[in-house]
């Protein structure tokens, strides 16, 4: 998973999964109850690799990082991300 920063103040995520690869939109920044960094968005290009599209979380401050994916208000995936 590497992070690509914008002009505009947003970014993107590459990532990897298997032999597959998608660019996650990040669309919202902000700080977890205790005070961690959370980049969410939407995990386009997912639907060819799991079937389907999900909200995103991903704590990249976590070592290792966390990411949570949400499909209809239900936690679908948790899974730990190498971070670049």
């Not at 290009?45 to 990082?65: C, H, M, N």
Request: aromatic share 10%.
């Amino acid at each position: 998973m590497n992070y690509v920063g914008s002009d505009k103040g947003d970014g993107i995520l590459k990532v990897s999964v298997g032999d597959g690869s998608m660019v996650w939109h990040i669309e919202t920044a902000s700080e977890s109850d205790n005070g961690e960094l959370v980049l969410s968005g939407l995990t386009h290009g997912s639907k060819a690799i799991w079937g389907d599209v999900y909200w995103f979380e991903l704590y990249p401050q976590r070592t290792p990082a966390l990411v949570r994916c949400r499909g209809d208000q239900t936690l679908a995936k948790v899974d730990t991300a190498d971070w670049d």
